[in-house]
Nanobody, 130 residues
Framework: QVQLVESGGGSVQAGESLRLSCTIS????????????MAWFRQRPGQEREALAA????????FYAASVEGRFTISQGHTKNTVFLQMNRLAPGDTAIYYC???????????????????WGRGTQVTVSS
């Protein structure tokens, strides 16, 4: 059974940074134990879940939402079954529950669509105060 577990959330002041981690386990379709596509989403209070960043783990391509490009960076860890989201210059508007997701097929045109992803973590809370 595939499981994604997020960690690294917390409460910070505006302007500070956080690094979220997502560890995937049980992905038996690949010898690397890593899904081809990993992504981060968030859901802000009262809003729908939105895509932030996606990483094609086979080739290294990454995509970002305009709202976070230049501030957030998605990357794969050395252990290969972990993906990070480095978040810099956080603002109160970044307060949300952050989710990790994995997908089996890469589609650069649809990377922000939830339907591309098969498995989801339970989320980690990030709170940014002014």
């Amino acid at each position: 059974q595939v499981q994604l577990v997020e960690s690294g959330g917390g409460s910070v002041q505006a302007g500070e940074s956080l690094r979220l981690s997502c560890t995937i386990s049980g992905y038996t379709w690949s010898t690397t134990n890593m899904a081809p596509v990993m992504a981060w989403f968030r859901q802000r209070p009262g809003q729908e879940r939105e895509a932030l960043a996606a990483l094609y783990t086979r080739g290294g391509s990454s995509f970002y939402a305009a709202s976070v490009e230049g501030r957030f960076t998605i990357s794969q860890g050395h252990t290969k079954n972990t993906v990070f989201l480095q978040m810099n210059r956080l603002a109160p508007g970044d307060t949300a529950i952050y989710y990790c997701a994995s997908g089996r097929s890469w589609d650069s045109q649809r990377w922000a669509h939830e339907g591309l992803y098969n498995f989801w973590g339970r989320g980690t809370q990030v709170t940014v105060s002014s």
